[in-house]
């Protein structure tokens, strides 16, 4: 693969009436996500980790064509589930590798992610 070939891929999905397009982070950026996760040691990650987190996986993202962090609050005020079917296919768009061919994380990156409740 070339160089020219390997440009940051942004996709794009409807969720729950909403296209949403998510753009992948430079590798540095998206280590750096994963790192910092991976330094809780156990320990759960406390809300302003989440916060950061969150703000990071989705710079770049937009909703129906306009930026979404400056509206990230409003935009998901009673809609939390919406939320976290944002952040999980940003995640997915940025930590592809880390999937099996069956689309299952990896133990590792499972223990970093909150559980599904």
Known sequence: MELSEMSMQVKEKLIQ???YKVC???AMRAWKI?????????N????????????ELL????????NLLPILDLHFTGRVNALLEVIAFALEVNF?????TAGEKA?????ALPANG
Do not use: C, H, K, W
């Not at 994963?34 to 156990?42: F, K, P, V």
């Not at 592809?96 to 099996?100: A, E, G, K, M």
């Open 17 to 19: 009436g909403f296209t």
């Open 24 to 26: 992948q982070l430079p």
């Open 34 to 42: 994963l790192a910092m996760t991976q330094e809780s040691g156990g």
């Open 44 to 55: 759960p990650l406390q809300v302003t980790d989440f916060q950061f987190y969150i703000r």
């Open 59 to 66: 710079a770049g993202s937009s909703v129906d064509g306009g």
């Open 96 to 100: 592809q590798d880390f999937t099996n």
């Open 107 to 111: 133990p590792e990156v499972q223990t």
